[in-house]
């Protein structure tokens, strides 16, 4: 089916842990994102990856790591957790223009 | 880092009534973007405006590009149970990075 998915859709895990949160879009678009939801703050970018092996860093991308070694695939990793890393986690991609923009379901992911 | 202040809050209205919602910012945008999202779900973009006084419809949602690129504005026309969501402008200024407003909470009151 075409579209865009995440994995997994929650998450819960311990302080210091690593945790890699999967991105996966079927139209081969070229640019992919990572945005984290928090009460208040709106959609803050963390990442984002103009092509496969191309990534460049957002509005807050501490304590997070990407890669793109295929343009299908924009896994997130946390190195080490914290709980200020407990929010919602969205991958989005992108096509030509801005009309074709989609989002994930998100990654509701929970530090403790 | 930068925010778009979106106003208001959150609204409370009857069906059927028209919605006026708005962005501003302290920055020059080149692009404005407007999404709805629903509970559990990921932002849906409606509309996209490219250039300054643009004004753009999609069904009974229009929106414009402030002339001095700093505003944007969003109305819904006669709403119906199913607009019930949270509604976020966003503005780019170059590359692909989007800046987000924090969102207007739409409740239709039965």
């Known amino acids: 089916d075409a579209g865009i998915t995440q994995s997994p859709r929650y998450k819960i895990t311990e302080t210091g842990r690593q945790v890699t949160l999967m991105c996966h879009q079927t139209w081969s678009h070229s640019y992919m994102f990572w945005y984290r939801q928090d009460l208040g703050h709106g959609l803050r970018l963390i990442y984002y990856s103009a092509a496969a092996d191309i990534t460049d860093k957002g509005e807050v991308p501490d304590g997070y790591v990407v890669s793109r070694s295929k343009t299908e695939n924009f896994p997130l990793t946390l190195e080490s957790a914290t709980r200020s890393q407990t929010s919602v986690y969205f991958c989005a991609s992108t096509g030509t223009s801005w009309n074709e923009q989609f989002f994930g379901p998100g990654t509701r992911l929970t530090v403790l | 880092g930068q925010q778009l202040n979106q106003s208001p809050q959150s609204m409370f209205i009857q069906e059927g009534e028209d919605v006026s919602m708005n962005c501003t910012s302290s920055s020059i945008f080149n692009t404005w973007l407007w999404y709805k999202q629903e509970p559990g779900e990921g932002p849906v973009l409606l509309i996209a405006?490219?250039?300054?006084?643009e004004l753009t419809s999609n069904g009974r949602l229009t929106a414009q590009f402030g002339i001095t690129r700093k505003d944007s504005f969003l109305n819904i026309s006669a709403s119906i149970p199913s607009d019930v969501g949270i509604y976020f402008c966003?503005?780019?200024?170059?590359?692909?990075?989007?800046?987000f407003g924090t969102g207007t909470r739409l409740t239709i009151i039965p």
């Open positions: 966003a503005g780019q200024l170059r590359d692909e990075k989007l800046t």
């Open positions: 405006l490219y250039k300054a006084g």
